[in-house]
């Protein structure tokens, strides 16, 4: 394997999809180019177009992340219909103004209404992302508002699968073991959080979540 593919392979592993195609996904239905995009979430031209062709992995700010995900969603709103065409340059100035918090209405990049209600298969890679991406339901899901920004209460699993997020976003999996072995001696509940939710299985974090959450 090439170190395109490669790097094409751990963006599926991180987010789902190669980000070169989610940029192509979305990009159409919201009327934006590449270099309007890249405005609207936070990133320079340049440094998007490597993250495209695969030069780049990983967004290594979160709330890139975070407003890339709003973007996604909105264009899938746009593609279903569920948006009126004169709202999304609104919406978008309302991702483009966000702060970073993420948005726990979506787990990664959403294909369909039943990612944006956090509603994704066990079959889910390391990062959280689902394995072969599920084929689009044609059903909207009435549980995602249309105020992209807002924060409405989920799911253990779609919760879980933000924090898994988080972490892995920030880190790699070998920097998250090395830093639970440090933390380890003195303190084992983090270590055992860190594992849990920045290299273990989804299944695996859930069960953590659940044990600890309540």
Not at 60 to 79: E, I, K, Y
Request: glycine letters at 8%; zero cysteines; a negative charge.
């Amino acid at each position: 394997m090439d170190q395109t593919a490669h790097n094409i392979q751990q963006q599926i592993d991180l987010y789902g999809e190669p980000l070169g195609e989610v940029v192509r996904r979305v990009a159409g239905p919201l009327g934006l180019n590449q270099s309007g995009l890249a405005q609207v979430i936070g990133l320079s031209a340049p440094m998007l177009s490597q993250l495209m062709s695969a030069q780049r992995v990983k967004i290594g700010n979160p709330a890139v992340v975070s407003r890339l995900r709003a973007v996604s969603q909105l264009a899938d709103l746009a593609v279903a219909g569920e948006i009126d065409p004169e709202d999304i340059p609104g919406d978008l100035d309302r991702i483009r103004a966000a702060t970073g918090a993420y948005d726990p209405t979506t787990t990664h990049l959403p294909r369909s209404s039943a990612h944006l209600a956090g509603q994704v298969t066990d079959s889910a890679t390391p990062f959280a992302a689902p394995a072969g991406l599920p084929a689009p339901t044609s059903q909207p899901s009435p549980a995602v508002p249309h105020d992209l920004t807002a924060n409405t209460s989920q799911p253990a699993r779609a919760v879980v699968r933000e924090i898994q997020d988080l972490f892995r976003a920030v880190a790699s999996a070998e920097e998250i073991q090395a830093a639970a072995a440090a933390a380890a001696e003195h303190s084992p509940a983090v270590a055992e959080l860190l594992l849990a939710y920045g290299t273990g299985r989804t299944a695996d974090a859930l069960a953590h979540y659940e044990k600890h959450h309540g």
